[in-house]
């Protein structure tokens, strides 16, 4: 039998710190807002005799598009069908009828004069051939002899002078396609090798490209480099039409073209199904979208507007999404997709802007994928975020004038989008929940003492709290002190939006950045009526409570609404910093005079108990706070309304250990930042089983962020290298266990596939070293499982030493920062983890290009009590009692060890490119592994890209890292960057049907969903695959 056991997964991904030591936030040092190059975009216009039905409405909504986009955040050109006869030679294909140019306000004009002047009948070509014309466009963009695009009248060659006035006013322009009439080759658009290229065809009905003009456009793709393997449609109509695989080919050369295809008037009859299946494919081969639209001139410039608005979006950054488990189904999820949001100060300053948004899982073409409000596809796959015109749940249905003062937004398709919350597309701070939360009267915020010994119960964060003083704040005065209070509240004290109200609105900012901490949904009520709350930490030093449901109420707060929230005091004195906003975050070579790392809050992760205490329903949430300090908070939120502070652990000040909680005989001295969750348990030897435990471990310690020389870190003596068991209910420290370095990810727990008991746990450190938690057998043996043993007896065991060549400690060593995924199979366990240590994402860290990253597979078999120490005898491999690099079998090629290879070694390890990490937890579904790399952007003046390295996502066999398909075990991950963890599990969709997803898995989009069980290329389990998921 084979189980897999899934560990709360890791808080969100992407965040900061000092660069005399070193933070993930560090990737977005130096990345200018808007340096993203002006894209290329060729409209391709069928102006076959199937254009007359249209044309009035197409005309006017392609010249009405045309003439209002943003004025020069465009290059545009017109594609047309040739023309024969007169001076026209009677090759078939296409020939540019307006080249692309910067579509600045003259151009406009010029352009849109242009689409007016066409005519119906005399600019009609005889012989739309659309293969041909994509493998025209292929040569135009890469500067090629042109096969039927020279010798037109109409080409817009240099001295072109045959046409109208309005023509000819577009061929005065300098920038032709061609330098005379019957010139070669072309004069190719791409002025920057970093351009973005497009291709918009709007088509007007199913074309007949004939087997002569097939055989040749298949003969020229091939000759490109491309493959003229058929894409399968359905129906197959038009599968003997070429125009996909160039369009596939396009994208996968050097221009890496994104097509965008427009069905006007779909016919659902005779050829039209089989032509819109071609358009389909056409645009999902090459990552752009398909549209279905009426002949309506509205329907087409929406559609358009949506094209371009996708054309010109701009990245924005995302946390790690999550899903409520359902109240009684703990194996099945919601269709609730939430995720935290983050926007990093384009002027590098303190304030970063943030949000929770909502989204949900449908079918799309029979696959799942990631939906917002309207049922329509959520991401954009040319950038791999939310598209422009994605309205998540909670956002309102119309537009208003909200965002006037600040306008922003890429959906054209709706006027007024971009000073308006609705549609709130990609925008981090629009809709969603900080929408809501802006529209509130009131909030219920809540705090406790400064003193971290009095911090036992909840009380008011407002200014009539006579504990918060002015001292804690920072304030020079009482007045300043009640003003930090009410900002931090979400008062609008300081005119952000210049309105000249600052005493009866909400701020646009009152949201902040949910850099690191993953939402956790919780459903209060029934599998047929879900109450689902979704909690989660920000940067602006809240931690909150929504409603998470889409139309049900909670009390008086509505969907979306906040049911309360928690100032941690740690954030007090940061508060001031926040709201003045002048002091910028000291990225890795600032010169900015005052520069401090950036100011963290509730920024770790989010876990919680959900289940019976002495008879009586109880749900225990609690919140670590990861760099914002080195405390763990629980609270009892069984009546999710009325929250009560059950105790906090840990240590009052980062640099000290001064105030340290004690537990009887033990204490939390050794804490480091709270990062590791806290997972909960239930063990045989501590209460019978019936009493809930948590484990988590140590933290982090900032020596890790130390970059000297070749080092990577300054750990003699670190915090965090600890595994802390505790009481889930009274936070009565168990045990206190010892690693060689901080444990920074979570533990994760292997339990009873019966009793749901836990039998053994593992855990990594920083150190690149793995450990197994387990009870004490016969003999005190440490490779028993918990069993009848109470925490206190438990032992820990170093698995394996993986950080260096040897079992020696290096200065720069592999680090493991998330919880390994395990999976059990023939009676070991398989650990699986990879090491990087994102914390440094950039080359200008030494110790960057100086570790050689892996991805693991160690199989560990407790009941083997000479596992291990056969490492160190007999001529072992490690010379000690644990395993080794030499303990496993090197994977370093595409090729996939054979089974001989693999009996020789206790595991395996892949070999990553050079400087590249694993960034994310790995998560085993189908006897696939998934687990997302970065590499950092190289400094090179002039290079292309985002500016956030490369991500890529793996996706391979946990026994033998085989690629799922093909050669590949990888796929380049759209949108680059930290991905977040992927997540996996069985969703409940909306109409009731149950299925597998797995999010993080596709190349798309890391928050793109997809079916695990559909891709995989090698046997599915024989047996069933258990889910241990920790709330």
């Given at each position: 039998m084979k189980k897999c056991f899934i560990a709360t997964l890791l808080a969100a991904q992407i965040a900061g710190h000092m660069p005399a030591a070193a933070e993930d936030i560090d990737l977005f040092a130096g990345v200018p807002p808007g340096a993203a190059e002006v894209p290329n975009v060729l409209v391709i216009l069928d102006n076959t005799a199937n254009w007359d039905a249209a044309f009035d409405n197409e005309m006017a909504a392609l010249s009405k598009v045309l003439g209002t986009l943003p004025p020069e955040r465009f290059r545009v050109g017109l594609m047309m069908f040739g023309e024969t006869g007169a001076d026209n030679s009677n090759v078939a294909g296409g020939y540019v009828r307006a080249a692309v140019r910067l579509l600045d306000s003259d151009n406009q004009t010029r352009y849109a004069a242009l689409i007016d002047s066409l005519d119906k009948n005399a600019d009609q070509s005889a012989r739309g051939s659309l293969a041909m014309t994509m493998a025209e466009a292929y040569f135009y963009f890469s500067g090629l002899a042109p096969h039927s695009g020279n010798n037109k009248d109409r080409t817009d060659y240099r001295g072109n002078s045959s046409g109208s006035s309005r023509s000819n006013a577009v061929y005065a322009l300098s920038g032709n396609a061609l330098l005379s009439k019957a010139g070669s080759p072309y004069v190719s658009p791409v002025t920057s090798a970093c351009a973005r290229n497009f291709i918009v065809y709007i088509s007007n009905s199913a074309l007949h490209d004939n087997v002569i003009d097939n055989s040749l456009a298949s003969a020229q793709l091939a000759a490109a480099g491309g493959s003229t393997i058929a894409i399968p449609l359905?129906?197959?109509?038009?599968?003997?039409?070429?125009?996909?695989?160039?369009?596939?080919?396009?994208?996968?050369?050097?221009?890496?073209?994104?097509?965008?295809?427009?069905?006007?008037?779909?016919?659902?009859?005779?050829?039209?199904?089989?032509?819109?299946?071609?358009?389909?494919?056409?645009?999902?081969?090459?990552?752009?979208?398909?549209?279905?639209?009426?002949?309506?001139?509205?329907?087409?410039?929406?559609?358009?507007?949506?094209?371009?608005?996708?054309?010109?979006?701009?990245?924005?950054?995302?946390?790690?999404?999550?899903?409520?488990?359902?109240?009684?189904?703990?194996?099945?999820?919601?269709?609730?997709?939430?995720?935290?949001?983050?926007?990093?100060?384009?002027?590098?300053?303190?304030?970063?802007?943030?949000?929770?948004k909502h989204y949900k899982i449908g079918l799309l073409d029979g696959s799942p994928r990631l939906l917002d409000s309207r049922d329509e596809p959520a991401l954009d796959s040319g950038t791999g975020f939310?598209?422009?015109?994605?309205?998540?749940?909670?956002?309102?249905?119309?537009?208003?004038?909200?965002?006037?003062?600040?306008?922003?937004?890429?959906?054209?398709?709706?006027?007024?989008?971009?000073?308006?919350?609705?549609?709130?597309?990609?925008?981090?701070?629009?809709?969603?929940?900080?929408?809501?939360?802006?529209?509130?009267?009131?909030?219920?915020?809540?705090?406790?003492?400064?003193?971290?010994?009095?911090?036992?119960?909840?009380?008011?964060?407002?200014?009539?709290?006579?504990?918060i003083t002015g001292e804690l704040l920072g304030a020079a005065s009482l007045a300043e002190k009640e003003a930090l209070i009410d900002w931090a509240r979400g008062l609008d004290n300081f005119d952000e939006d210049i309105d000249g109200i600052t005493t009866a609105e909400m701020r646009p900012s009152l949201h902040g950045d949910v850099v690191h901490s993953r939402p956790l949904a919780i459903d209060f009520g029934s599998d047929t009526s879900p109450r689902v709350v979704v909690f989660y930490g920000g940067n602006d030093g809240m931690l909150r409570a929504i409603n998470g449901n889409r139309g049900t109420d909670i009390g008086?707060?509505?969907?979306?609404?906040?049911?309360?929230?928690?100032?941690?005091?740690?954030?007090?004195?940061?508060?001031?910093?926040?709201?003045?906003?002048?002091?910028?975050?000291?990225?890795?070579?600032?010169?900015?005079p005052g520069a401090q790392p950036k100011a963290y809050g509730m920024d770790g992760p989010i876990t919680a108990f959900q289940g019976a205490i002495a008879g009586i329903a109880k749900v225990f949430v609690y919140a670590g706070m990861r760099r914002g300090g080195r405390a763990l908070y629980a609270f009892d939120v069984s009546a999710p309304s009325t929250p009560a502070l059950m105790w906090k652990v840990g240590c009052p000040a980062i640099g000290d250990d001064s105030g340290c909680t004690v537990s009887g005989a033990l204490d939390f001295s050794g804490i480091g930042q709270t990062w590791s969750p806290a997972v909960t348990m239930h063990a045989a030897g501590h209460g019978s089983g019936t009493s809930a435990l948590l484990m988590m471990g140590g933290g982090y310690d900032d020596c890790e962020d130390v970059d000297s020389g070749m080092a990577n870190h300054d750990c003699a003596t670190p915090k965090g290298n600890k595994i802390y068991v505790l009481d889930a209910e009274t936070g009565a420290l168990l045990k206190v266990m010892d690693t060689e370095r901080s444990v920074a990810g979570g533990i994760t727990v292997v339990p009873d596939a019966v009793s749901g008991l836990a039998r053994y746990a593992y855990a990594a450190d920083t150190g690149g070293n793995l450990y197994r938690i387990g009870g004490v057998g016969a003999g005190g043996s440490a490779t028993s499982p918990f069993g009848e043993s109470a925490p206190a007896d438990w032992t820990i065991t170093r698995v394996a030493s993986l950080g260096c060549a040897t079992s020696a400690s290096c200065a720069a060593n592999r680090k493991f920062l998330f919880a390994p995924d395990v999976v059990e199979?023939?009676?070991?366990?398989?650990?699986?983890?990879?090491?990087?240590?994102?914390?440094?994402?950039?080359?200008?860290?030494?110790?960057?290009?100086?570790?050689?990253?892996?991805?693991?597979?160690?199989?560990?078999?407790?009941?083997?009590?000479?596992?291990?120490?056969?490492?160190?005898?007999?001529?072992?491999?490690?010379?000690?009692?644990?395993?080794?690099?030499?303990?496993?079998?090197?994977?370093?090629?595409?090729?996939?060890?054979?089974?001989?290879?693999?009996?020789?070694?206790?595991?395996?390890?892949?070999?990553?490119?050079?400087?590249?990490?694993?960034?994310?937890?790995?998560?085993?579904?189908?006897?696939?592994?998934?687990?997302?790399?970065?590499?950092?952007?190289?400094?090179?003046?002039?290079?292309?890209?985002?500016?956030?390295?490369?991500?890529?996502?793996?996706?391979?066999?946990?026994?033998?890292?085989?690629?799922?398909?093909?050669?590949?075990?990888f796929e380049h991950l759209t949108g680059d960057g930290l991905p977040p963890s992927p997540v996996a599990g069985s969703v409940t969709l909306d109409d009731g049907t149950t299925v597998p997803i797995l999010i993080g898995g596709s190349a798309s989009s890391p928050f793109e969903v997809m079916d695990p069980s559909v891709t995989t290329s090698f046997d599915q389990p024989t047996t069933r695959v258990y889910w241990h998921i920790e709330q």
């Open positions: 359905s129906p197959a109509d038009a599968q003997d039409n070429i125009a996909d695989e160039w369009a596939r080919w396009m994208k996968q050369d050097a221009l890496g073209l994104t097509t965008y295809t427009i069905d006007v008037n779909r016919a659902s009859d005779g050829n039209g199904p089989g032509w819109s299946a071609l358009l389909r494919s056409m645009a999902a081969v090459s990552g752009g979208k398909y549209f279905d639209v009426a002949a309506s001139g509205t329907a087409i410039a929406d559609a358009l507007n949506v094209a371009f608005g996708e054309i010109q979006a701009v990245n924005s950054v995302f946390a790690s999404p999550s899903l409520p488990a359902s109240a009684h189904t703990r194996s099945t999820l919601l269709n609730e997709v939430f995720i935290g949001m983050f926007r990093p100060d384009e002027n590098g300053l303190s304030r970063w802007l943030g949000n929770l939310m598209t422009g015109c994605a309205r998540s749940f909670w956002t309102p249905a119309t537009t208003d004038t909200y965002w006037a003062f600040s306008p922003s937004g890429s959906c054209l398709a709706v006027s007024g989008s971009d000073a308006s919350n609705s549609p709130d597309g990609p925008v981090v701070e629009k809709g969603a929940q900080a929408h809501v939360l802006r529209s509130a009267v009131t909030r219920d915020v809540h705090t406790c003492s400064a003193d971290f010994d009095s911090c036992t119960a909840l009380t008011s964060f407002d200014t009539s709290n006579s504990e008086p707060v509505g969907p979306g609404g906040e049911l309360w929230s928690f100032m941690a005091p740690e954030f007090y004195g940061k508060i001031k910093r926040i709201r003045d906003n002048t002091i910028a975050i000291d990225y890795p070579g600032s010169s900015v199979d023939r009676g070991s366990f398989m650990i699986l983890v990879g090491s990087g240590d994102r914390e440094k994402p950039l080359l200008r860290y030494a110790a960057t290009a100086g570790v050689k990253n892996y991805f693991f597979a160690v199989r560990d078999t407790p009941a083997n009590t000479s596992w291990l120490s056969e490492e160190s005898s007999g001529g072992g491999a490690c010379g000690v009692d644990l395993l080794c690099l030499g303990s496993l079998t090197p994977v370093l090629s595409s090729a996939t060890p054979g089974n001989s290879d693999l009996a020789a070694g206790k595991g395996w390890y892949l070999g990553l490119a050079a400087t590249e990490q694993v960034v994310t937890a790995a998560i085993t579904v189908s006897n696939r592994v998934t687990f997302s790399t970065s590499q950092p952007p190289a400094p090179v003046a002039g290079s292309c890209g985002s500016g956030l390295g490369t991500a890529n996502v793996y996706n391979v066999n946990y026994l033998n890292a085989a690629p799922l398909t093909g050669e590949e075990r």
